[in-house]
């Protein structure tokens, strides 16, 4: 049974990675013909892929051990946001590199030729999500480093109190 369970996911997963390849392939061009064309298309892949990215990451949807009853719901729920979360962070990297040309295949076979347009918005796809990711990871930080200052401080003048030691360093 085990085995079998096996098969038919392999199987569900080749055909699934082969059709959506397919179906990227089909619909690059009609993305990259829309106004604004295949830079535009990369950069907002870019954001999709990072707002994928911040909300699989997301502390919000993280398992929180809820006892068994109501929970169940909402814990289901936060699962489903959070593997929508890693398709939205990982399936326009897939679109994009669908359109490159095939590795092992004739030139002239109509799955393995360029899809025009793929080359610049890979370019700004790449260039959006570095540039947007770096940014927001240092804004993250420096909103850490102020808070871990300001709970230094806040503990700086709590023992210049003599109110922030521990019951047993007061006493000894």
Do not use: H
């Not at 369970?5 to 699934?16: R, W």
């Not at 604004?36 to 990215?53: E, I, K, R, Y």
């Not at 871990?148 to 000894?172: C, F, I, P």
Request: glycine residues 16%.
């Amino acid at each position: 049974m085990i085995a079998l369970s096996v098969v038919a996911l392999g199987v569900v997963v080749v055909f699934g990675i082969g059709s959506v390849r397919w179906v990227a392939r089909e619909g690059a061009p009609v993305l990259y013909g829309l106004p604004g064309g295949a830079w535009s298309a990369g950069g907002v892949l870019g954001l999709v892929t990072l707002l994928g990215w911040g909300g699989a990451l997301s502390e919000r949807l993280e398992s929180r051990t809820v006892a068994v009853g109501p929970g169940k719901a909402s814990r289901m729920l936060r699962r489903v946001a959070c593997g929508a979360c890693w398709v939205a962070a990982v399936a326009p990297a897939y679109f994009l590199i669908s359109g490159l040309p095939g590795k092992n295949c004739q030139s002239d076979a109509p799955g393995c030729s360029y899809v025009a347009g793929t080359g610049p918005a890979l370019l700004v796809y790449v260039g959006c999500v570095a540039t947007v990711g770096w940014l927001t990871y240092r804004w993250r930080r420096a909103v850490r480093e102020e808070r871990r200052a300001r709970e230094r401080e806040r503990l700086r003048k709590l023992r210049k109190k003599g109110k922030g030691k521990s019951r047993a360093a007061r006493q000894g």
